[in-house]
Protein backbone atom coordinates (compact mmCIF):
# COMPACT_ATOMS: atom_id res chain seq x y z
CA UNK A 1 0.00 0.00 0.00
CA UNK A 2 3.08 2.75 0.13
CA UNK A 3 4.38 2.16 -3.34
CA UNK A 4 1.55 3.35 -5.75
CA UNK A 5 3.91 3.56 -8.73
CA UNK A 6 7.20 3.56 -10.52
CA UNK A 7 8.84 5.62 -13.07
CA UNK A 8 11.30 3.70 -15.66
CA UNK A 9 14.19 4.93 -16.51
CA UNK A 10 15.89 3.20 -18.79
CA UNK A 11 19.58 4.13 -19.59
CA UNK A 12 21.48 1.02 -20.81
CA UNK A 13 20.35 -0.30 -24.14
CA UNK A 14 18.09 -3.14 -23.82
CA UNK A 15 19.46 -5.78 -25.98
CA UNK A 16 21.75 -4.44 -29.19
CA UNK A 17 18.50 -4.98 -31.80
CA UNK A 18 16.37 -2.17 -30.86
CA UNK A 19 12.88 -4.63 -32.34
CA UNK A 20 14.19 -6.92 -28.96
CA UNK A 21 14.91 -4.00 -26.87
CA UNK A 22 11.50 -2.68 -27.62
CA UNK A 23 10.17 -6.15 -26.73
CA UNK A 24 12.08 -6.19 -23.36
CA UNK A 25 10.52 -3.07 -22.36
CA UNK A 26 6.98 -4.28 -23.53
CA UNK A 27 7.32 -7.43 -21.23
CA UNK A 28 8.28 -5.59 -18.29
CA UNK A 29 5.75 -3.02 -18.59
CA UNK A 30 2.95 -6.46 -19.55
CA UNK A 31 5.07 -8.11 -16.19
CA UNK A 32 4.60 -4.82 -13.79
CA UNK A 33 1.11 -4.31 -14.68
CA UNK A 34 0.30 -8.22 -13.69
CA UNK A 35 1.76 -8.15 -10.74
CA UNK A 36 1.10 -4.77 -9.33
CA UNK A 37 -2.50 -4.33 -10.81
CA UNK A 38 -4.59 -1.62 -12.54
CA UNK A 39 -4.45 1.28 -10.05
CA UNK A 40 -0.25 1.20 -9.62
CA UNK A 41 1.07 4.26 -11.97
CA UNK A 42 3.72 3.13 -14.90
CA UNK A 43 5.85 6.17 -16.17
CA UNK A 44 9.27 6.40 -18.09
CA UNK A 45 12.10 8.63 -18.02
CA UNK A 46 13.05 9.19 -21.64
CA UNK A 47 15.42 11.88 -22.75
CA UNK A 48 13.98 14.26 -24.79
CA UNK A 49 15.42 13.75 -27.94
CA UNK A 50 14.10 10.00 -27.53
CA UNK A 51 10.65 11.45 -28.28
CA UNK A 52 11.20 13.95 -31.03
CA UNK A 53 11.77 11.21 -33.87
CA UNK A 54 11.83 7.82 -34.90
CA UNK A 55 15.64 7.35 -33.72
CA UNK A 56 16.01 5.26 -30.33
CA UNK A 57 16.38 6.41 -27.10
CA UNK A 58 19.26 5.05 -24.17
CA UNK A 59 17.40 1.68 -24.16
CA UNK A 60 18.07 1.32 -27.92
CA UNK A 61 14.04 1.29 -28.64
CA UNK A 62 12.08 3.46 -30.36
CA UNK A 63 9.68 5.38 -27.72
CA UNK A 64 7.14 6.00 -30.44
CA UNK A 65 6.79 2.29 -31.60
CA UNK A 66 6.44 1.86 -27.48
CA UNK A 67 3.36 3.97 -27.07
CA UNK A 68 2.04 2.50 -29.91
CA UNK A 69 1.65 -0.63 -28.39
CA UNK A 70 -0.51 -1.44 -25.27
CA UNK A 71 1.88 -1.17 -23.21
CA UNK A 72 2.88 1.98 -24.05
CA UNK A 73 -0.91 3.17 -23.68
CA UNK A 74 -0.27 1.44 -20.00
CA UNK A 75 2.20 4.76 -19.30
CA UNK A 76 0.28 6.88 -16.76
CA UNK A 77 2.98 10.20 -18.89
CA UNK A 78 6.73 10.37 -19.31
CA UNK A 79 9.36 12.33 -17.34
CA UNK A 80 10.93 14.43 -20.30
CA UNK A 81 14.43 14.61 -19.26
CA UNK A 82 14.92 18.12 -21.52
CA UNK A 83 18.42 18.62 -20.45
CA UNK A 84 19.84 21.31 -22.95
CA UNK A 85 16.58 21.90 -24.76
CA UNK A 86 13.86 22.67 -22.22
CA UNK A 87 12.07 24.96 -24.62
CA UNK A 88 8.80 25.25 -26.27
CA UNK A 89 10.23 24.07 -29.62
CA UNK A 90 11.45 21.00 -28.07
CA UNK A 91 7.93 20.89 -26.28
CA UNK A 92 5.98 21.34 -29.55
CA UNK A 93 8.26 18.61 -31.27
CA UNK A 94 7.17 16.06 -29.34
CA UNK A 95 3.33 17.15 -29.06
CA UNK A 96 4.07 16.98 -32.80
CA UNK A 97 5.04 13.20 -32.82
CA UNK A 98 1.51 11.98 -31.29
CA UNK A 99 2.07 12.29 -27.70
CA UNK A 100 -0.49 14.01 -25.99
CA UNK A 101 0.63 16.99 -23.81
CA UNK A 102 -1.20 15.83 -20.60
CA UNK A 103 1.23 12.85 -20.60
CA UNK A 104 4.56 14.91 -21.13
CA UNK A 105 6.06 16.31 -17.70
CA UNK A 106 9.03 18.19 -18.68
CA UNK A 107 11.78 17.91 -16.65
CA UNK A 108 14.16 20.77 -15.95
CA UNK A 109 17.88 19.95 -14.99
CA UNK A 110 17.94 22.96 -12.26
CA UNK A 111 21.88 23.30 -12.08
CA UNK A 112 21.50 24.96 -15.82
CA UNK A 113 19.24 27.34 -14.52
CA UNK A 114 20.79 28.80 -11.48
CA UNK A 115 21.25 32.82 -12.35
CA UNK A 116 17.98 34.81 -12.42
CA UNK A 117 18.47 35.64 -16.25
CA UNK A 118 18.38 31.86 -17.09
CA UNK A 119 15.42 30.55 -14.58
CA UNK A 120 13.79 33.77 -15.93
CA UNK A 121 14.09 32.31 -19.36
CA UNK A 122 13.20 28.59 -18.06
CA UNK A 123 9.63 30.07 -16.48
CA UNK A 124 9.28 32.00 -20.11
CA UNK A 125 9.63 28.63 -21.56
CA UNK A 126 7.18 26.99 -19.40
CA UNK A 127 4.74 29.95 -19.98
CA UNK A 128 4.82 29.24 -23.75
CA UNK A 129 4.10 25.77 -23.54
CA UNK A 130 1.16 26.31 -21.17
CA UNK A 131 -0.10 28.72 -23.71
CA UNK A 132 -0.19 26.05 -26.36
CA UNK A 133 -1.85 23.84 -24.06
CA UNK A 134 -3.92 25.78 -21.28
CA UNK A 135 -6.59 22.74 -20.13
CA UNK A 136 -4.14 19.84 -20.52
CA UNK A 137 -0.32 20.55 -20.33
CA UNK A 138 1.09 18.01 -18.18
CA UNK A 139 3.18 19.83 -15.94
CA UNK A 140 7.00 19.95 -15.36
CA UNK A 141 9.68 18.93 -12.93
CA UNK A 142 12.92 19.55 -11.26
CA UNK A 143 15.46 16.82 -12.18
CA UNK A 144 17.99 15.84 -9.76
CA UNK A 145 16.19 17.44 -6.76
CA UNK A 146 19.04 16.62 -4.50
CA UNK A 147 21.73 17.03 -6.34
CA UNK A 148 20.59 20.95 -7.53
CA UNK A 149 21.03 24.21 -6.52
CA UNK A 150 18.12 25.76 -7.11
CA UNK A 151 16.05 26.35 -4.23
CA UNK A 152 12.94 24.47 -4.02
CA UNK A 153 10.46 26.30 -2.68
CA UNK A 154 11.53 29.24 -5.33
CA UNK A 155 10.94 26.92 -8.00
CA UNK A 156 7.61 25.89 -6.64
CA UNK A 157 6.54 29.04 -6.34
CA UNK A 158 8.14 30.13 -10.45
CA UNK A 159 6.74 27.62 -11.26
CA UNK A 160 3.15 28.06 -10.03
CA UNK A 161 3.28 31.02 -11.19
CA UNK A 162 4.33 29.94 -15.00
CA UNK A 163 1.12 27.54 -14.86
CA UNK A 164 -1.39 28.70 -12.85
CA UNK A 165 -1.57 32.11 -14.19
CA UNK A 166 -0.66 31.64 -17.60
CA UNK A 167 -3.30 28.56 -17.77
CA UNK A 168 -5.95 30.67 -16.40
CA UNK A 169 -4.79 33.74 -18.65
CA UNK A 170 -4.92 31.36 -21.89
CA UNK A 171 -8.14 29.61 -20.93
CA UNK A 172 -10.14 32.86 -20.46
CA UNK A 173 -8.59 34.22 -23.72
CA UNK A 174 -9.86 30.96 -25.64
CA UNK A 175 -8.69 29.83 -28.90
Known sequence: PWITGLDLDVEEALADDPNEALAKIRLLIRRLAADMGDAFTLTMAPVAYALTGDSAGMG???????????????????????????DAKTYAAIVAQGYPSDKLVFGMLGDLYEGATAFGDAMTEVETMVRAHPTNFGGVVLWEYGDTQVDPVTWGQAVERAMVETSVIGAAAGP
Open 60 to 86: NFVYKALYATPEGQRLAWFNVQAYGCY
